[in-house]
């Protein structure tokens, strides 16, 4: 790889080892909330609100793309984004525990974050060809995927032994470590926008919307997201019904990451060369197949075993997505911007299945959720028997 490519590398590798880090308070965070007497359907909705902020990442790249901050359209957006997520884990430790600061303290938190990766997402997209977006993939999820292994095991043992809002005060540092990262990008001193207007971007964001590739390819992203309609509900069965202490929900966490470390390796290793279509077939096939998986889970020797093989199937699932939507948007000139819609239109999908998932929950019961889910998630199918990557979305070009 070129010096860029290998400085690109990096700095992905380090957001994403952040990110993964931050589950460090993944089990405190929601333990916290059902402390204070929230019930489940209220931490779903809590959460799934709380994660609106992924859903306008074209805003993000919109500005990233066409308006330099200090010079740089790169740089100077991910130290201040590290900064607001930071801050935002440090007003839940200030702010009263009531459910409107609660809510404004994790939308800061989610801001920072979906800021910092649509960013960074932009940087991957904009050095990505069919050769090297996988690469890029695999060096991102992998290094998120040993984050999380890392933050699994400690955030268990935290969540057992600290108070919460301690734990709070220790992931606030952490998105200060982008800022390191953020330096080794040498980029280029922009003063104007690339752009004739800030518009321009956006008209032809629209325009690959509605091409036939890009279509379809939302479609897939919108049925790879319904899993997350019991994620909650699931997390408080292994707490409450199988008895799972923090420590043991820990080390199931890392147990995920670890499979999905295992599948980024795979990937990596067999995959990233395989024809797109082909690996989002499997893709389609391997999430239901884990959303099912989960159904099996009834004492610590099942969890232990399914969540790896789900950790593993969820990366797999994911990476061709991912790798996919790279893909698509390379050499549109928009490329942080229509990753960015891409990605907002998978995580608004995550965000109302949770939301869909948790007032269903209390109608349906859980274990009929989840077979609803998986038997839905099969639809994915029809949509990607009408991609055609032969033929990459394009537009006419702007006039000068």
Partial sequence: MAKHVHKVAFLAAIVYFIQGSLGISGIALPLFLRKLEWSISDITMISSLAALPWVFKITYGLFSDCIPLFGYRRKSYLI?????????????????????????????????????????????????????????????????????????FIGGWLAAHWDPKHVFLLTMTLPLFVLGGAFFIHEKRMERSPFQSVWTPFERCFKLILSHNIRWFLAILICASIASSFGIPFFFFMKETLNFNETFLGTLSSLGWFGALVGSLIYFRWLRHISPKITLRWAILLNSINIFSTLLIRDTTSAFLLIFIGGVMGCLTLLPIMSSSAILTHHTQVEGSLFAVLMSVFNLGQILFGFLGGKIYVLIGLHTLIICTGVLGILGFIFVERLRFETPPSVAPSPP
């Avoid at 939308?107 to 979906?114: K, T, W």
């Avoid at 904009?126 to 991102?140: L, N, R, V």
């Fill in 80 to 152: 201040l984004c590290s900064f607001i997520a930071a801050t935002g884990w440090l007003s839940l430790v200030l702010l009263p525990s009531e459910k409107s600061w609660i809510m404004i303290s994790l939308l800061g938190i989610n801001f920072g974050f979906a800021a910092t990766d649509v960013i960074t997402d932009g940087l991957i997209v904009e050095h990505s060809t069919q050769t090297t977006s996988s690469i890029y993939q695999s060096i991102a999820w992998g290094s998120r995927s040993l984050g999380s292994i890392i933050s699994g």
